[in-house]
């Protein structure tokens, strides 16, 4: 009897390859793409939708920082703890008043909807709110290596938030535009924070494995925020 022998790992990529394979990732899947997004950058928004958008892209930005701290509690070296705590810091700020959830709720202000409207989660899409446990629930049970990569997301938003920028102030006048902060703010932290995290995938993803699940980890990532556009897209009562 002959037995065939188990197949041979593939080589690994280069780290140079890699950044190349999780690169077209999000070129190819990234939700910039999606009708939703497409419609915003356009101007053809309702001020119902964007409303829609903002009250329940706010239950995705006020978990941000739970998933960093499923992320950090991951680490073993101090000074990368240290370094990720800085994203925490960026989204519930140093004190109230401050920080990119912060910033989130005025922009809700700006475009007409209360606080309370934001905070009570209780009218979050169910999509959403699917989309959401999903991702940090990856995050949690995950390696330190797929969860980092399923943040390289981060290396295309800086360029949406620029074109998100322009979108609003030339589409949606009737938004104050003192709400933009956030964006504005993100197109600096995004980039610096894709870089971190880059760095970090190609030092860590030394096997074809290794690095395939990196790929996959971005890919997941990349779904999250297209379900959860598609949720906002079909509106209150979904899909039917």
């Not at 925490?88 to 109230?96: C, F, K, Q, V």
């Not at 949406?160 to 006048?173: K, N, W």
């Not at 995004?190 to 980890?217: C, I, N």
Request: with cysteine; net charge neutral.
């Amino acid at each position: 009897m002959t037995t065939t022998a188990p197949a041979a790992p593939a080589d690994p990529w280069t780290p140079d390859e890699l950044t190349d394979r999780l690169r077209a990732v999000s070129a190819e899947r990234y939700h910039d793409r999606h009708p939703f997004n497409v419609r915003m950058h356009e101007g053809a928004l309702t001020r119902e939708e964007v409303r829609r958008w903002i009250a329940n892209r706010f239950h995705y930005q006020r978990h941000i920082p739970v998933k960093d701290a499923l992320i950090l509690a991951k680490f073993d070296d101090p000074a990368l703890r240290r370094s990720w705590l800085r994203r925490i810091r960026d989204h519930d700020g140093e004190r109230d008043g401050e920080g990119g959830i912060e910033r989130w709720l005025r922009l809700g202000e700006a475009a007409g909807l209360e606080r309370s409207q934001l905070l009570d989660s209780t009218g979050v899409l169910p999509g959403v709110r699917l989309a959401v446990d999903g991702y940090v629930n990856f995050c949690r049970l995950r390696p330190a290596l797929d969860a980092v990569a399923a943040s390289l997301t981060e290396l295309s938003a800086p360029d949406l938030m620029r074109t998100r920028i322009a979108a609003f102030e030339r589409h949606y006048p009737w938004l104050d535009a003192e709400g933009l902060g956030y964006f504005r703010t993100r197109v600096g932290q995004g980039s610096r924070d894709g870089q971190e995290a880059l760095a970090l995938v190609r030092s860590w993803a030394r096997t074809r494995a290794e690095q395939e699940r990196a790929v996959a980890a971005l890919a997941f990532k990349c779904d999250v925020l297209w379900s959860l556009l598609d949720a906002v897209d079909r509106g209150p009562g979904g899909a039917g």
